[in-house]
Antibody, heavy 118, light 106 residues
Framework: QVQLVQSGSEVKKPGASVRVSCKTS????????MNWVRQVPGQGLEWMGR????????TYAQDFTGRFVFSLDTYVSTTYLEINSLKDEDTAIYYC???????????WGQGTTVTVSS | SFEVTQPPSVSVSPGQTATITCSGE??????ASWFQQKAGQAPVLVIY???KRPSGISERFSGSSSADTATLIISGAQVIDEADYYC?????????FGGGTKLTVL
């Protein structure tokens, strides 16, 4: 059974950086792309982009260019989301989700809460 | 930029059919996924490729697509189906969620 396990909650100050990890188990790491999804408290889901797990090539949604970085380490079957120069409005739950158009986002991590507060 | 629109809320009585729409230009030419999200939980995929149902998802969930609209249909809605539902439109490098629909069953 495929599982995505994310790192724990983070509390950061404005201007700092944070890295969220997402470890894949139970299936081939490179089978599908890994997507990242943001959910601001009380609001809807936003697709942030994805990383090709074969090539490491990232694709960022329009609103998530510049401060957001996707990366991966194939040897430990883990993808990462790094957010730099954190702002209050980055406070949200961040989900990793495996998949592509042909299978949807079929497996999700449990979510990582990032709180930005001075 | 490409956008998709959902009604903010849908309400049905138990046993009725709930229909949730997702509208966007030429959405019928794109693949759509649907997700159920209950409070405090991660989303769950209930429909992919507009009309296919993942294993383990109730047969009460189905999907259809035409022209500019994708539709999630929940037949014989139950109280356990109360949740937020999101569509996701796949357009190559443009992937967009709808704003979500709160389904009430009472």
């Amino acid at each position: 059974q495929v599982q995505l396990v994310q790192s724990g909650s983070e509390v950061k100050k404005p201007g700092a950086s944070v890295r969220v990890s997402c470890k894949t188990s139970g299936d081939t790491f490179t089978r599908y792309a890994m997507n990242w999804v943001r959910q601001v408290p009380g609001q809807g889901l936003e697709w942030m982009g994805r990383i090709n797990t074969n090539t490491g090539n990232p694709t960022y949604a329009q609103d998530f260019t510049g401060r957001f970085v996707f990366s991966l380490d194939t040897y430990v079957s883990t993808t990462y989301l790094e957010i730099n120069s954190l702002k209050d409005e980055d406070t949200a739950i961040y989900y990793c989700a495996r998949g592509q158009w042909s299978v949807g986002l079929d497996v999700w991590g449990q979510g990582t809460t990032v709180t930005v507060s001075s | 930029s490409f956008e998709v629109t959902q009604p903010p809320s849908v309400s049905v009585s138990p046993g009725q059919t709930a229909t949730i729409t997702c509208s966007g230009e030429s959405l019928g030419n794109k693949d759509a996924s649907w997700f159920q999200q209950k409070a405090g939980q991660a989303p769950v995929l209930v429909i992919y490729q507009s009309k296919k149902r993942p294993s383990g998802i109730s047969e009460r969930f189905s999907g259809s697509s035409s022209a500019d609209t994708a539709t999630l249909i929940i037949s014989g809605a139950q109280v356990i189906d109360e949740a937020d539902y999101y569509c996701l439109a796949w357009g190559g490098d443009t992937v967009v969620f709808g704003g979500g629909t709160k389904l009430t069953v009472l």
